[in-house]
């Protein structure tokens, strides 16, 4: 009895939390535009959503933030854990508690935050490019959403890596300097490849974060839409099938990158 009902249970929480996806999916494929009727299998959604040229714009400019924010954050985060790898354990304890922070806070206290600092700092801009006489106007765009990107990217990269770090030997990096080797090259030659399966973990982690993010995106960018916001857009007017489409190959991409994730991180472990 007690097998059964913990079966149950658990067949009760998937339900509700997968069933609204699959129904989703399911109307992806459906040839009617209503929700309540079948009108039979059709791919002409997916049709319209390749042909919307504001949809595939936002689609790009997902890709390229994704992207280019992926690099930076997996570049500082593992420069970060290496460096906070090398100090003291009371200033590395101390660092690592605020980088926390930016997991844990809110998306929506981290976007709104982000954007006051923006704004600040392009008013400040403004009120100095006027007193030198070359007025320069700033405004919230694709930079910001960049930097914001990269802001929130960077902790899953630098915890990603810092427990590489802690499994790897120390005498390692010691013996290469002794050796003769350049500590940069020491760095790129003995700590990267050890480190290297955070590095790739973290790196993916970021992508799927930056690809799925609206809240951050959309309080630090007026003037450019990531598919997230086109998305929110969309359904305040009424959503239209097309968004189905859109929003499944969202979740399948997001799906097969915690796939790999989770597999990378499996076989990490058993390393």
């Known amino acids: 009895m007690r097998k059964f009902l913990r079966g149950g249970y658990l067949g009760l929480l998937l339900t509700f939390l997968y069933a609204p996806i699959v129904v989703m999916i399911v109307l992806s494929f459906n040839a009617s535009k209503s929700r309540a009727k079948w009108g039979g299998f059709s791919l002409q959604w997916y049709q319209k959503l390749f042909t919307d040229t504001a949809i595939l714009d936002a689609l790009w400019l997902t890709l390229r933030v994704a992207l280019i924010a992926t690099v930076v954050a997996t570049i500082l985060g593992t420069l970060a854990a290496i460096g906070i790898h090398a100090m003291k354990k009371k200033r590395a304890n101390v660092l690592m508690s605020v980088s926390y922070l930016p997991m844990t806070t809110p998306d929506i206290v981290t976007g709104v935050s982000l954007m006051l600092m923006?704004?600040?700092?392009?008013?400040?801009?403004?009120?100095v490019s006027v007193a030198i006489g070359h007025p320069v106007q700033l405004s919230l765009g694709f930079g910001t959403?960049?930097?914001?990107?990269?802001?929130?990217?960077?902790p899953y990269v630098l915890f990603s890596v810092m427990p590489k770090l802690k499994q790897m030997n120390v005498n390692l990096y010691e013996a290469a300097l002794d050796l003769g080797c350049p500590p940069l090259k020491a760095v790129r030659k003995v700590i990267l490849p050890e480190i290297m399966p955070g590095v790739v973990t973290g790196a993916l982690l970021s992508f799927t974060m930056s690809l799925d993010d609206f809240v951050i995106s959309y309080f630090t960018s007026t003037t450019d839409n990531n598919l997230s916001m086109i998305i929110y857009s969309a359904a305040r007017r009424g959503i239209d099938p097309s968004i189905y489409a859109l929003s499944t190959l969202m979740f399948l991409a997001v799906l097969v990158l915690l796939i790999i994730i989770n597999k990378r991180s499996a076989l990490e472990n058993v390393s």
């Open 118 to 127: 923006f704004v600040f700092v392009f008013g400040l801009v403004y009120r």
């Open 145 to 154: 959403m960049l930097m914001a990107h990269i802001a929130f990217d960077t």
